[in-house]
């Protein structure tokens, strides 16, 4: 699937604790589904993801798995924090933020400014078998 087909698909749909489908997705499955659909990688299933784990708990578990970057480049998973604390993941598409937030939210794309106004500190990742190197300033 084309990136702009995906754009076009999850615009709008609602946000669904838990969900990672086209019907509904959390900001986690949202980050699942264009992996796997147009990306072509299928990230490992995050321990107690499904089991309703809080955020935190599934973050800590999956974040081990990406490099974090001091910029961020497309297909990129930002990571909002309020304080130390992890709260909100989401994509860096064509420079802009794509993300599925809270109850009765859903699916849109919001200026990066916007979401590092909204949050404490705002940090970027690279899925770590992605070897561009462009990210060459990743820790």
């Not at 949202?30 to 299933?45: A, C, F, P």
């Not at 499904?50 to 999956?62: G, K, L, P, V």
């Not at 989401?90 to 919001?110: C, F, T």
Request: one cysteine or more; hydrophobic letters at 40%.
């Amino acid at each position: 699937m084309l990136k702009d087909e995906f754009l076009e698909k999850v615009e709008g749909i609602p946000w669904r604790n838990r969900a990672c489908n086209f019907e509904g997705a959390d900001c986690w499955g949202l980050i699942v589904l264009y992996y796997r659909h147009v990306l072509g990688i299928e990230l490992h299933d995050v321990p107690g993801y499904e089991a309703d784990s809080d955020f935190a708990t599934c973050f800590f578990n999956e974040i081990v798995y990406w490099r974090k970057g001091e910029t961020f480049c497309d297909g990129d998973m930002f990571v909002a924090f309020y304080g130390a604390q992890p709260v909100h993941v989401g994509l860096v598409i064509d420079g802009m933020a794509l993300h599925s937030r809270g109850e009765s939210g859903h699916v849109r794309s919001d200026h990066m400014r916007t979401i590092q106004k909204l949050f404490t500190k705002v940090e970027f990742y690279s899925y770590a078998s992605n070897q561009d190197p462009a990210h060459s300033g990743a820790a």
